[in-house]
């Protein structure tokens, strides 16, 4: 039975980490197509206002909470998954898992510095890891048609996202048929290679947090 959670009304599935890996490792020896979003504050709001990244997060096989702030807003916030997002434990596991079975993989992204820096971290953090091709959005001209035909004639077993949303959502959305590869996982800009964070970005938070506790209260008192 799929374990699941509702945070301002998105439906999300709630496996631990090690839950997670199981299955998704399950689907890769089967050659089955798996969609992997990490969720964060700022995903569940904009599903709020957006039909798609709501759709897309409800119809993703997994979904992995990736920010303290959603566990806090529904009362989950246990010393399992404070553990795991403070050793981004989801993350470095699946990669382990990546290069341990040689698996190959698509960098895509939007900004080009941004591709550049994921793709050197993996390449240090990974080395046996497979980089087949990389792409930013920002150096193509006019449609998606083209990225999609590098990334099927390259065939790798792994696309990793680092697209912003909703830009990643929109995109998973209206590619998924003609994606051929075994796993989609969905980072998000900005969260694969460190960055220093600013007052402003933290004050965000706060408030990304402050509004999705009054979603959910808002919804119980409702009911």
Not at 70 to 97: H, P
């Amino acid at each position: 039975m799929i374990k699941e959670i509702t945070v301002a009304g998105i439906k999300l599935n709630s496996y631990t980490a090690l839950e997670n890996l199981m299955r998704i490792g399950k689907n890769l020896d089967n050659h089955v197509f798996t969609t992997v979003e990490e969720v964060y504050m700022r995903t569940i709001l904009l599903a709020k206002e957006d039909e798609v990244v709501k759709k897309m997060l409800e119809e993703m096989d997994v979904t992995v909470i990736a920010e303290n702030g959603v566990w806090d807003a529904v009362g989950e916030n246990t010393t399992l998954r404070k553990r795991e997002l403070e050793k981004r434990e989801f993350f470095f596991r699946l990669m382990n898992i990546l290069e341990r079975n040689r698996y190959s993989i698509f960098v895509l992204g939007d900004a080009q510095q941004e591709v550049v820096q994921t793709c050197e971290y993996i390449a240090e953090e990974f080395p046996r890891l497979h980089i087949v091709g990389a792409q930013a959005l920002e150096e193509c001209v006019g449609a998606d048609e083209g990225i999609i035909n590098d990334i099927n004639m390259l065939a790798p077993d792994v696309i990793v996202s680092v697209l912003p949303s909703p830009m990643q959502e929109h995109f998973l959305a209206e590619h998924k048929a003609m994606l051929s590869t075994r796993l989609w996982y969905g980072i998000g800009s900005g969260k694969i290679v460190g960055q220093k964070h600013s007052l402003k970005f933290l004050l965000l938070k706060k408030l990304r947090k402050y509004k999705l506790m009054n979603y959910i209260k808002n919804e119980k008192d409702t009911k």
